[in-house]
């Protein structure tokens, strides 16, 4: 929580599709590179010879088969629709709150170099606006 953050639960689709297409265009097969997403239409089926992703997906006692496979249009079964509950989570780092305290809370807990200069810099920054 060094830092504030937002998730769009909506996000999870186009992680799935990244991993897909990264996939696809890093083996030497030219066939994966040639075939093609497109918005609406199913994903074509493919499968990465000795791929990490198909070894998890034959071994179905394999504790991350069934959450490789949950919700996953891309990866496994064709889905022809993926549900996605939930909205979006918003976090804001107690530090962006109260930066004053970067320096108390780094003897406690790891704060990257980058981060702490950052937090003295808005501390320094609002005192000044005082």
């Given at each position: 929580m060094e830092v504030s953050f937002v998730v769009w639960w909506h996000w999870i689709i186009s992680l799935d599709r990244a991993v897909w297409e990264l996939r696809r265009f890093c083996t030497?097969?030219?066939?994966?590179?040639?075939?093609?997403?497109?918005?609406?239409?199913?994903?074509?089926?493919?499968?990465?010879?000795?791929?990490?992703?198909?070894?998890?997906?034959d071994n179905k006692k394999h504790p991350a088969r069934e959450?490789?496979?949950?919700?996953?249009?891309?990866v496994g079964r064709s889905r022809r629709k993926v549900m996605v509950r939930g909205g979006f989570i918003a976090v804001n780092s107690p530090l962006s709150h109260q930066p004053e305290?970067?320096?108390?809370?780094?003897?406690?807990v790891y704060i990257p170099k980058d981060v702490a200069s950052a937090y003295r810099a808005l501390a320094a920054e609002r005192k000044k606006k005082r």
């Open positions: 030497s097969e030219p066939l994966p590179r040639s075939l093609k997403l497109l918005d609406g239409k199913l994903a074509p089926r493919y499968r990465v010879d000795r791929g990490r992703l198909e070894k998890v997906l959450h490789l496979l949950w919700q996953n249009a891309f305290l970067v320096d108390q809370l780094g003897g406690l």
